[in-house]
């Protein structure tokens, strides 16, 4: 009795035990569900729970509530179609099925109109086998609007880097546009030397066949600058570096710069730093080959000391043709009244001599400067070659062969013939000096078309027709430093007795004058060649006829007017033409011509007047003349005449000109031919 009472103590106790840990459980199970669904409720996620048999609900979360407007109470026990219509509960069942049906889980987005929701669905089977659909929702809304603005971003970020990319594109490909197209030549340095970018005129001036040559190569080690004597600079003192060593940039314009063969060039360059974040990371160098410049700056420089010595010359001539004009002129007038066994004759006739040999030195003088009368005509210069050849092959002598070789269908030229054949005649002298030991000198005449590029190296010329004369040697040849200055004045490399050093500066004053251009190429021992280009002339011209150049008699009893800021010239003018039986007037200047033509009361048939006068030059004088003495003749003399020479049309059948110095008999012959000239149109 006492055992069964044992056992069901202890029964009892473990049963209440039982009863107590159950307790606990549900108590903790409670406990667990109240955290669940305090978890659930703070979360925000809308989460729901529904029996599968009917798909009423059982359970909400609080956001349930906040998504739908539905409290948790009125939501238990209601289907789909009870909550949210026929249509939209529809829906929702049709999902809930797929779901309960075992298709696989189910995942969607679902916007109401404002919002979007992600949703996920999937069945619960309890221990007991009861089944429960479960439902988690949470609202994307702002996520999605987030991603829908950061794709509209990346997509907008997109087409700017495109249209960014594009841009540079288009300015990298006009970038290289230029550095392609520029005829400067442009490379880029680093730190070190190395070339990190090159142009193709870069490319072309330093003798490379392509860029890969020189990119990532030392540029100081290619090109060694030098300075203009050649002497190399080594890589510390290289004023390319200075770009960045010193971040500033550097200009240089007159240093030496070698190409792959090594043959050297004069260049001017620039060198600019090249920065990145504040920081020099190199330099960007720019280069011209200045050679051509060079020329054409000596040729410049060589024009404008012609031009100085020419104007000296010119004033010189004009002075000393005066002083000639007297010395020969009395000298002239005396040999004519002494007999030729008079001891004063023998004197006279020295005198005479030095004054004709002093007028042919200022005539080239005047050719030198530019300031000579030219009788301009069309000319065929092979017919002027034929003419002196055989006067050019005495002057060369038997121990030259001159070879003359001459286009047929030569065009005419428009030039004085008498200065092409001395042109002609200097430079075959000047090449049969250079023979002393006998040798061929080649002379071709030929017409020639220079384009623009054949020009360039002629200075300031125009393309176009020319007729070329050229005359080559096989002599000496000459140094560069004697072939710099063959052009000025007086200047020779022979003794004293056998030149003045005039010989080529006439010959450079001719062919300048008659709008030609004259080139030289020589080395010692390989000769010369002198080129000269006259402009061709469309058609032959027909010539004037020439004055007689004496008349039957000089003398004659007109009046004639003289005028010339000279006393010697007015004295020996007068003294001349009185003897011929004319009556003379004289003036010293405009003015006084002025009024005595004013003044004399008879006819005055011819003025013979100076051109160049202080206040007046003759040719105003003439024109002031003329309202008063319509009739009169008029005939100009100077020992120059810059706007004589420029205008040399002027000089017309009535208006003559008579260049200094001259000889008594000249005037007056010349006179003569005027004045009757002038009567037999009257």
Same mark, same amino acid.
């Given at each position: 009795?006492?055992?069964?009472?044992?056992?069901?103590?202890?029964?009892?106790?473990?049963?209440?035990?039982?009863r107590?840990?159950?307790?606990?459980?549900?108590?903790?199970?409670?406990?667990?569900?109240?955290?669940?669904?305090?978890?659930?409720?703070?979360?925000?996620?809308?989460?729901?729970?529904?029996?599968?048999e009917?798909?009423?609900?059982?359970?909400?979360?609080?956001?349930?509530?906040k998504a739908?407007g539905?409290?948790?109470?009125?939501?238990?026990?209601k289907?789909?179609?009870e909550?949210?219509?026929?249509e939209?509960?529809?829906?929702?069942?049709s999902?809930?099925?797929?779901?309960?049906?075992?298709?696989?889980?189910?995942?969607e987005?679902?916007p109401?109109?404002?919002?979007?929701?992600?949703?996920q669905?999937?069945?619960?089977?309890?221990?007991?086998n009861?089944?429960?659909?479960?439902g988690?929702?949470?609202?994307?809304?702002?996520?999605?609007?987030?991603?829908?603005?950061?794709?509209?971003?990346?997509?907008?970020?997109?087409?700017?880097?495109?249209?960014?990319?594009?841009e540079?594109?288009?300015?990298?490909?006009?970038?290289?546009?230029?550095?392609?197209s520029?005829?400067?030549?442009?490379?880029?340095?680093d730190?070190?030397?190395?070339?990190?970018?090159?142009?193709?005129?870069?490319?072309?001036m330093?003798?490379?066949?392509?860029?890969?040559?020189?990119?990532?190569?030392?540029?100081?080690?290619?090109m060694?600058?030098?300075?203009?004597?050649?002497?190399?600079?080594?890589?510390e003192?290289?004023?390319?570096?200075?770009?960045?060593?010193?971040?500033?940039?550097?200009?240089?314009?007159?240093?030496?710069?070698?190409?792959?063969d090594?043959?050297?060039?004069?260049?001017?360059?620039?060198?600019?730093?090249?920065?990145?974040?504040?920081?020099?990371?190199?330099?960007?160098?720019?280069?011209?080959?200045t050679?051509?410049?060079?020329?054409?700056?000596e040729?410049?420089?060589?024009?404008?000391?012609?031009?100085?010595?020419?104007?000296l010359?010119?004033?010189l001539?004009?002075?000393?043709?005066n002083?000639?004009?007297?010395?020969?002129?009395?000298?002239?007038?005396?040999?004519?009244?002494?007999?030729?066994?008079?001891?004063?004759?023998?004197?006279?006739?020295?005198?005479?001599?030095?004054?004709?040999?002093?007028?042919?030195?200022?005539?080239?003088?005047?050719?030198?400067? @530019?300031?000579?009368?030219? #009788?301009?005509?069309?000319? %065929?210069? +092979?017919? !002027?070659?034929?003419? &002196?050849? =055989? /006067?050019l092959?005495?002057l060369i002598?038997?121990?030259?062969e001159?070879?003359?070789? @001459?286009d047929p269908?030569? #065009?005419?030229?428009?030039? %004085?013939? +008498?200065? !092409?054949?001395?042109? &002609?005649? =200097? /430079?075959?002298?000047?090449?049969?000096d250079?023979?002393?030991?006998?040798?061929?000198i080649?002379?071709?005449?030929?017409n020639?078309?220079?384009?623009?590029?054949?020009?360039?190296?002629?200075?300031?010329?125009?393309?176009?027709?020319?007729?070329?004369?050229?005359i080559?040697?096989?002599?000496?040849?000459m140094?560069?430093?004697?072939?710099?200055?063959?052009?000025?004045?007086?200047?020779?490399?022979?003794?004293?007795e056998e030149?003045?050093?005039?010989?080529?500066?006439?010959?450079?004053?001719?062919?300048?004058?008659?709008?030609?251009?004259?080139?030289?190429?020589?080395?010692?021992?390989?000769?010369?060649t002198?080129?000269?280009?006259?402009?061709?002339?469309e058609?032959s011209?027909?010539?004037?006829?020439?004055?007689?150049?004496?008349?039957?008699?000089?003398?004659?009893?007109?009046?004639?007017?003289?005028?010339?800021?000279?006393?010697?010239?007015?004295?020996?003018?007068?003294?001349?033409?009185?003897?011929?039986?004319?009556t003379?007037?004289?003036?010293?200047d405009?003015?006084?011509?002025?009024?005595?033509?004013?003044?004399?009361?008879?006819?005055?048939?011819?003025?013979?007047?100076?051109?160049?006068?202080?206040?007046?030059?003759?040719?105003?004088?003439?024109?002031?003349?003329?309202?008063?003495?319509?009739?009169?003749?008029?005939?100009?003399?100077?020992?120059?005449?810059?706007?004589?020479?420029?205008?040399?049309?002027?000089?017309?059948?009535?208006?003559?000109?008579?260049?200094?110095?001259?000889?008594?008999?000249d005037?007056?012959?010349?006179?003569r031919?005027?004045l009757?000239?002038?009567?037999?149109?009257?």
């Open positions: 009795m006492r055992d069964k009472d044992n056992i069901t103590e202890l029964l009892t106790n473990e049963i209440q035990e039982l107590q840990q159950n307790a606990r459980e549900r108590e903790e199970f409670a406990n667990t569900l109240i955290l669940f669904q305090t978890i659930l409720d703070e979360s925000n996620l809308v989460v729901y729970i529904k029996k599968a009917d798909l009423s609900h059982v359970w909400t979360s609080k956001a349930f509530e739908t539905i409290s948790r109470e009125d939501a238990i026990g289907t789909n179609r909550l949210f219509g026929q939209i509960g529809a829906s929702f069942d999902t809930d099925r797929k779901v309960l049906a075992g298709l696989g889980l189910e995942i987005e679902s109401d109109g404002k919002n979007i929701y992600w949703s669905k999937f069945p619960v089977t309890l221990p007991n009861k089944v429960y659909l479960c988690i929702a949470k609202n994307i809304t702002r996520r999605r609007l987030a991603e829908k603005a950061l794709n509209e971003f990346r997509d907008e970020l997109e087409e700017r880097v495109e249209e960014r990319t594009c540079l594109q288009e300015s990298e490909e006009q970038v290289r546009l230029l550095l392609d520029t005829a400067e030549a442009i490379y880029g340095i730190l070190g030397g190395n070339c990190t970018f090159v142009n193709p005129a870069c490319v072309r330093l003798g490379y066949q392509d860029q890969s040559e020189l990119l990532r190569k030392n540029m100081h080690e290619l060694h600058h030098t300075r203009v004597d050649g002497t190399p600079y080594p890589t003192e290289c004023k390319i570096y200075r770009a960045f060593r010193e971040g500033q940039g550097t200009h240089v314009e007159d240093e030496v710069l070698w190409r792959a090594g043959s050297s060039f004069p260049a001017e360059y620039w060198s600019y730093p090249i920065r990145r974040d504040g920081c020099v990371i190199g330099s960007v160098v720019t280069f011209l080959d050679t051509e410049r060079a020329a054409l700056e040729q410049l420089r060589m024009s404008q000391k012609m031009e100085a010595v020419g104007t010359a010119g004033g001539a004009h002075d000393f043709n002083l000639l004009t007297v010395i020969n002129g009395y000298s002239d007038s005396c040999l004519t009244t002494l007999r030729p066994e008079d001891p004063l004759h023998h004197d006279l006739n020295e005198i005479k001599e030095a004054g004709d040999r002093a007028a042919a030195l200022i005539g080239q003088l005047l050719v030198f400067s @530019r300031k000579q009368i030219f #009788q301009v005509k069309a000319i %065929d210069m +092979g017919e !002027i070659v034929a003419g &002196i050849e =055989n /006067l092959r005495r002598g038997e121990r030259i001159l070879d003359i070789q @001459r269908n030569l #065009q005419m030229i428009r030039a %004085d013939p +008498g200065q !092409i054949e001395r042109v &002609i005649i =200097n /430079l075959l002298v000047n090449a049969r250079a023979l002393p030991h006998g040798g061929t080649t002379m071709r005449i030929e020639a078309v220079l384009d623009e590029q054949a020009v360039a190296a002629l200075g300031d010329f125009p393309a176009g027709n020319y007729i070329m004369l050229s080559s040697d096989t002599g000496i040849g140094e560069k430093d004697v072939l710099c200055n063959i052009f000025e004045p007086f200047y020779t490399t022979k003794g004293t030149g003045t050093g005039l010989g080529l500066a006439t010959v450079f004053g001719i062919v300048t004058q008659s709008g030609g251009r004259i080139e030289v190429e020589s080395e010692p021992g390989k000769g010369s002198f080129r000269i280009y006259l402009p061709q002339t058609a011209e027909p010539v004037a006829e020439e004055m007689v150049h004496l008349a039957a008699s000089a003398e004659g009893d007109e009046t004639i007017l003289v005028v010339d800021d000279e006393k010697m010239i007015r004295r020996l003018l007068k003294q001349t033409l009185k003897g011929f039986g004319y003379v007037l004289t003036a010293h405009g003015e006084e011509a002025l009024l005595t033509a004013e003044q004399h009361e008879g006819p005055i048939d011819l003025m013979v007047t100076d051109v160049v006068m202080p206040q007046m030059s003759g040719y105003e004088l003439a024109e002031r003349l003329a309202p008063l003495r319509p009739e009169i003749s008029v005939l100009y003399m100077s020992g120059y005449d810059t706007k004589m020479a420029a205008d040399q049309d002027d000089i017309d059948q009535e208006n003559h000109f008579l260049p200094k110095p001259f000889l008594p008999k005037l007056a012959s010349n006179i031919q005027i009757d000239k002038a009567i037999s149109t009257h």
